[in-house]
């Protein structure tokens, strides 16, 4: 028997209805869906927005406390202190225009000094390879009597030595109440190493620099101490060894 045409009609409406049941289930998940992966990128980006002051937190409290000699590895895990002849202070060139230096890192050598500009600033005391100055304008830094703690990409990737260089230069900043504690922390960058042709020594990956005079003979010196590890014993030991009052220009900034 051939079904009514009401009973079609019903029929019909019933499977348009399951269709609309059906598609509003199936929007309800999309939109759920959708939702959640909302909520998960905006917890990745809270969390990268955050993550730094964790990290500082974290780091703060690890080190709590200490004196720099304190952090870090001893300071058996670096070599011996090596020195050089220095030439270039005073030696001024344009800003912008880069100086093949020899060393990896500079200690000393011809630099910028824009107008009489300072260096850059003592406060500046942590650089990424993001946020470091140009070689030029930290050896500036040098000639004023700055002692300089580089670190290599293999330092830099390592999230135990970054926290205990944080840390150093956090303690140098709050007990700089002179400003004469004249100390940064600076990566050595793979630019820098394609720049210059030079990495650290094979198993090196922290370098100290300063820039001399001998009192006695007026001979400018560079010297190196190149570590495995951060030592912040053998970076007070660096530091006390020489003072910023040696270099050519110490009073200057």
Same mark, same amino acid.
Request: hydrophobic share 35%; with cysteine.
């Given at each position: 028997?051939? +079904?009514?045409? +009401?009973?079609?009609k019903s029929e019909?409406?019933?499977v348009i209805d399951d269709i609309r049941r059906k598609q509003k289930r199936a929007d309800k998940r999309q939109g759920m869906a959708i939702v959640g992966v909302c909520v998960v990128v905006? %917890?990745?980006?809270? =969390? /990268?927005? %955050?993550?730094? &002051? /964790?990290?500082?937190?974290?780091?703060?409290?690890?080190? +709590?406390?200490?004196?720099?000699?304190?952090? $870090?590895a001893g300071a058996d895990v670096c070599g011996d202190?090596? !020195? &050089?002849?220095?030439? =270039?202070? $005073? !030696?001024?060139? *344009?800003?912008g225009q880069q100086v093949d230096?020899?060393?990896?890192?500079? /200690?000393?050598?011809a630099h910028w000094n824009v107008a009489g500009v300072a260096p850059t600033p003592i406060g500046d005391r942590f650089y990424t390879a993001d946020s470091r100055p140009e070689l030029e304008a930290l050896v500036h830094n040098l000639e004023h009597g700055y002692t300089i703690l580089w670190y290599d990409k293999t330092a830099g990737d390592d999230s135990g030595e970054l926290s205990a260089m944080?840390?150093?230069a956090k303690i140098m900043d709050a007990n700089d109440t002179n400003q004469r %504690?004249? @100390?940064?922390?600076?990566?050595?960058?793979?630019?820098?190493? &394609?720049?210059? $042709?030079?990495?650290? *020594?094979? =198993?090196q990956h922290i370098a100290l620099t300063h820039w001399r005079v001998d009192q006695d003979t007026q001979k400018q010196y $560079?010297?190196?101490?190149?570590?495995?590890?951060?030592? =912040?014993?053998?970076? &007070?030991? @660096?530091?006390?060894?020489?003072? @910023?009052?040696?270099? #050519? !220009? #110490?009073?200057a900034y």
């Open positions: 028997m051939a +079904k009514s045409s +009401k009973t079609e019909r409406r019933q905006a %917890l990745v980006i809270i =969390g /990268a927005a %955050l993550y730094p &002051k /964790a990290r500082d937190i974290v780091n703060d409290q690890k080190w +709590k406390g200490k004196s720099v000699a304190e952090i $870090g202190i090596t !020195e &050089k002849e220095a030439t =270039g202070s $005073g !030696e001024h060139v *344009p800003e230096y020899t060393d990896a890192p500079p /200690a000393f050598g944080r840390a150093i %504690l004249k @100390f940064k922390v600076a990566p050595w960058t793979a630019a820098d190493v &394609k720049e210059t $042709g030079k990495s650290f *020594p094979e =198993g $560079g010297a190196w101490q190149y570590c495995s590890e951060v030592s =912040g014993a053998a970076l &007070k030991s @660096f530091m006390d060894k020489y003072p @910023f009052t040696d270099a #050519p !220009e #110490p009073y």
